[in-house]
């Protein structure tokens, strides 16, 4: 089925105030018909394909070299569907309120390009050059194309070497302001309905003013406008003030719960009030050449409420007509929505896995807390047998409890990781030094991994950079695979129990590696270690490993599960180091 191109839907263009004049001897190339063409409407045609289509190859009876066929549709949409078109100049992309992407408009069917009532008349001439014996051009008036009226075809084969099977076909004719007003206000109707009709919130803005000022700058000598934007917060007030939204569809009304769109049609503020910093990143975005721009930000709908969007900005590209930047949101709301309750859902399973490795860990951690009670109560046993002599000994006595002073608060440390162990609370994500976390962990199974045997090695990395990160989740992780390996050695027998751990600085961030001497991971299972409720244990609830994949992976990190080749499992754990993580350590 044939498309008439006037059914497509282009961006609005102001009519071209000139003749387009016919080019007596047409380009032979696309890069000279570009420079030499000025402002004439030339088309670059292959026709090879349509040779019998056309009754150049002499296969067609029905119609001599003088006679222009009547064409039957079907017929006619068959022969503009075999021709190819190879170039085609701004000024026809203009004159038929095409795609200015060139490279794509050029494979589409002809039929497509072209105003249905014009079809018949493009065919007669491209037939009646294809049949001449002869280079001269032939010459058709067809009244009425885009604005212009007294239109002329004039069309003849390409000479040059290489261009063997091309047409050349020139447009000329004299603009009608009618004719103009028509097509304009035609195209820009098609827009206007296609927008209304689009179920994506969308925002047509002219940004034609602030584009005046960042161009003036760069003219000024401003090499690096994202900068100077950022240290001149001001410049990007105005913009939002001089930027104005000209146009919004009714996806766009219905998401700001606006009663009518012209209370959206106004400067851009509004969009940027419930998002600081939101309008600079995007100004910035478009001063660096990208295309396109897009974040999650939240906007204020005309009722008080704060709606979660996908923010896209569409540009047009720098030196392109600013009026037509294009905004889009897409409404967040339920996605975050349903995040926020997996988010829950997962700390509910952290928490519950927490508790119960904690209850796995009970001798450690009453040893723990014994060690510095212990201490405590000998150091003051003998304080008070010192403060019986006569005369006491109170520098002794001093000493003493200076002693009784460290161990509770040894005492007081140990408490206080077991209770943020317990606690059940939101995420704290904040600079960390990740050897303390691994130190602080291992602190909570020693008890248990000395009472079986299990040698414990540290080996970490010096000036590992500060990761931002939850201390007690990523605390949770280094437990959970230190309680992983010891449950596997003790299955060994009399051999080695060793228990690896060590630190390490990757590209671009911290890493963790946990390695035992135990039996290893079955290699059916290693795919599946990480899935919930899934162990290799009997009475394993399978949620261990699990919970360290979903806290690695919430930290931006990578957790993997392999086999040593002499025998034992291996955990690493790669969590990635922002610049920002760098500015400071915990």
């Given amino acids: 089925m044939t498309k008439n191109a006037d059914d497509s839907v282009p961006h609005p263009q102001t009519p071209p105030q000139v003749r387009v004049g016919v080019t007596t001897h047409p380009p032979e190339s696309a890069k000279s018909d570009r420079q030499a063409s000025g402002s004439s409407a030339v088309w670059h045609f292959e026709i090879g394909e349509a040779h019998p289509l056309l009754g150049s190859d002499g296969e067609r009876t ?3 070299s003088s006679d222009e066929p009547d064409w039957r549709r079907d017929e006619l949409d068959t022969v503009l569907d075999s021709i190819r078109v190879v170039e085609v100049s701004d000024a026809a992309i203009s004159l038929f309120g095409l795609p200015m992407d060139r490279e794509h408009l050029l494979t589409w069917p002809v039929a497509n390009l072209w105003p249905e009532q014009s079809h018949a008349a493009l065919a007669d001439i491209l037939r009646a050059v294809s049949i001449k014996g002869d280079d001269a051009p032939e010459l058709r008036h067809i009244g009425t194309v885009g604005w212009l009226d007294a239109v002329s075809l004039t069309a003849q084969r390409s000479t040059q070497t ?5 047409i050349i076909l020139t447009i000329s004719g004299t603009v009608s302001a009618a004719s103009a007003l028509r097509e304009l206000q035609s195209r820009q109707d098609r827009w206007r309905n296609m927008l209304s009709a689009m179920p994506i919130p969308i925002w047509q803005v002219d940004a034609v003013p602030a584009g005046k000022i960042l161009d003036r700058l760069a003219e000024n000598g401003v090499t690096d406008l994202p900068t100077y934007l950022a240290e001149h917060p001001a410049l990007v007030d105005l913009a939002g003030e001089i930027v104005l939204v000209t146009q919004v569809n009714d996806a766009a009304v ?11 049609i106004r400067s851009v503020e ?18 660096s050449g990208l295309p396109t721009y897009v974040e999650e930000i939240q906007v204020r709908d005309l009722v008080g409420h704060l709606q979660d969007v996908l923010f896209m900005v569409m540009f047009p590209g720098r030196g392109r007509r600013l009026e037509s930047t294009i905004l889009l949101m897409i409404d967040n709301t339920e996605r975050i929505a349903a995040e926020t309750k997996v988010r829950r859902v997962e700390a509910d399973f952290a928490h519950a896995a927490r508790i119960s490795t904690l209850g796995e860990l009970t001798a450690s951690l009453a040893h723990e807390v014994k060690q510095p009670i212990s201490a405590m109560l000998t150091n003051a046993e003998t304080s008070l047998r010192w403060l019986a002599k006569d005369p006491p000994n109170l520098a002794k006595v001093a000493q003493l409890n200076q002693r009784i002073v460290s161990s509770a608060q040894h005492a007081n440390d140990v408490i ?4 943020d162990m317990a606690r059940h609370r939101a995420p704290h994500r904040g600079p960390l030094n990740f050897n303390e976390v691994v130190v602080q962990a291992v602190s909570f ?3 248990d991994t000395d009472e079986h045997d299990i040698r414990l090695r540290l080996d970490l990395a010096v000036g590992l950079p500060p990761v931002r990160g939850d201390r007690v989740q990523l605390q949770q992780v280094v437990v959970n695979l230190l309680v992983n390996s010891a449950q596997a050695l003790k299955s060994v027998g009399d051999g080695r129990r060793e228990i690896h751990v060590r630190t390490f600085v990757p590209e671009a961030g911290i890493g963790l590696c946990v390695q035992d001497t135990g039996p ?16 290799t244990k009997d009475d394993g609830l399978g949620i ?5 994949q979903s806290i690695v992976a919430a930290h931006g990190g990578t957790i993997t599960a392999s086999n040593a080749a002499a025998g034992g499992a291996i955990f690493d754990v790669v969590i990635p180091v922002t610049p920002a993580d760098t500015d400071g350590g915990g």
Wanted: include cysteine; glycine fraction near 10%; charged fraction near 15%.
């Fill in 62 to 64: 029905d119609w001599s």
């Fill in 162 to 166: 290489g261009l063997h099977g091309i």
């Fill in 254 to 264: 219905a998401l700001l719960r606006a009663s009518h769109p012209s209370q959206l």
């Fill in 270 to 287: 509004y969009l940027f009030a419930a998002a600081p910093g939101s309008h600079l990143r995007l100004l910035q975005a478009y001063c």
């Fill in 416 to 419: 206080n990781r077991i209770q």
């Fill in 445 to 447: 199974v020693r008890h």
């Fill in 520 to 535: 290893g991971i079955p290699e059916g299972d290693l795919d599946r270690v990480f899935e919930g409720f899934f162990s």
């Fill in 544 to 548: 261990g490993l699990a919970i360290c």
